[in-house]
């Protein structure tokens, strides 16, 4: 009996992992900013890896949300496509490819966003960019 509780409570995690990165999806797809901005935890840590200004741990949600509007700025990026949601118990993820352009150059780069959940909001995020070099070089 413990293994079946255990095993329903591991597919509940699942799909309210799903859930969450769903709606955030669905709001990136549809660029709506409010909507992005109200899928994060007020607690939300993003890890952006790399070698350029940006990298580094930016604890609390109006930290994060700054992050990524200056990633913004600097790369003009633009979301091409939410290749796969995936779900697990304890982490979540998104495969997505952008587009960053800066000084007439473009780059088409794929990442990998894996996300902790809480209380239905996203409250972890670890960014791995398919080729760092060409993300550091764009946000530099």
């Not at 293994?3 to 995690?13: D, G, H, L, P, V």
């Not at 930016?58 to 939410?82: C, D, F, P």
């Amino acid at each position: 009996m413990a293994n079946s509780r255990s095993e329903i409570e591991t597919k509940a995690a699942v799909e309210r992992n799903r859930q969450a990165l769903d709606r955030y999806a669905s709001a990136w797809l549809a660029g709506d900013r409010a909507a992005l901005a109200a899928c994060y935890h007020d607690d939300f840590t993003l890890h952006y890896f790399g070698r350029n200004p940006l990298a580094g741990d930016h604890s609390g949600k109006a930290a994060a949300l700054g992050i990524l509007a200056e990633v913004t700025r600097r790369t003009n990026r633009r979301l091409l496509a939410i290749v796969d949601v995936m779900a697990g118990p304890e982490r979540s993820g998104l495969l997505v490819r952008e587009r960053f352009e800066r000084d007439g150059k473009t780059a088409e780069v794929e990442r990998l966003l894996a996300y902790t959940v809480r209380d239905g909001l996203l409250s972890e995020c670890w960014v791995y960019d398919q080729d760092q070099a060409v993300v550091d070089a764009f946000l530099a």
